[in-house]
């Protein structure tokens, strides 16, 4: 079983940055993708970014595109979300999340992946 756990979430102001991590344990991060979900209140979760198994490949929602990088040190079994320029619109919880496929395009549907963590809410005031 793996197990997610996401930290450095918190307030910041419009405009302001965030890293965001997400540590695993339990089974074999490095061979994992890794991706970030967002969910605000009332809404449904959203794909926000996918990092491939060996960091060759990524994917970002348009929302999110040119403000945001993910990345991940496989030594540390740890995938980031670095966010600047950040919104209002961008408040939610942020979750990661890891997919155990190797094969096929990069997954932005939460239906792709096997585990979760449990959130870290940011919250970005205007």
């Known amino acids: 079983q793996v197990h997610l756990v996401e930290s450095g979430g918190g307030l910041v102001q419009a405009g302001g940055s965030l890293r965001l991590s997400c540590t695993a344990s339990?089974?074999?991060?490095?061979?994992?993708?890794m991706g970030w979900f967002r969910q605000a209140p009332g809404k449904e979760r959203e794909f926000v970014a996918v990092i491939s198994w060996n960091y060759e490949r990524t994917a970002y929602a348009d929302s999110v595109r040119g403000r945001t990088t993910i990345s991940r040190d496989n030594a540390k079994n740890t995938v980031y979300l670095q966010m600047n320029s950040l919104k209002p619109e961008d408040t939610a919880v942020y979750y990661c999340?890891?997919?155990?496929?190797?094969?096929?395009?990069?997954?932005?549907?939460?239906?792709?992946?096997?585990?979760w963590g449990q959130g870290t809410q940011v919250t970005v005031s205007s």
């Open positions: 999340a890891a997919d155990r496929r190797t094969t096929g395009p990069l997954g932005s549907t939460a239906v792709a992946y096997d585990y």
């Open positions: 339990g089974g074999t991060f490095s061979s994992y993708r």
